[in-house]
């Protein structure tokens, strides 16, 4: 399988990962039936943007939750 193959296959299925800013594991995949956990939080292109500034992987979704909450309290 070419390493596009493989991509392709993690992206569908999911893949473990190690959040970045607390370490614990969660499933991510863009691609999965009903997309990435992700993909249905509510987040402005603003906000994407810092926060794509500030990590360079995904965030577990109580870390994607918690660095959310406080625009969401507005």
């Given at each position: ?47 994407l ?26």
């Amino acid at each position: 399988m070419t390493i596009l193959g493989k991509a392709v296959e993690w992206a569908k299925q999911g893949r473990e990962q190690s959040c970045e800013a607390c370490g614990a594991t969660f499933t991510c995949g863009p691609l999965m039936k009903g997309g990435c956990w992700c993909m249905r939080e509510d987040i402005s292109p603003e906000r994407l943007a810092e926060l794509k500034g500030k990590y360079e992987r995904c965030l577990c979704p109580a870390c994607l939750r918690g660095e959310l909450a406080p625009e969401r309290a507005r």
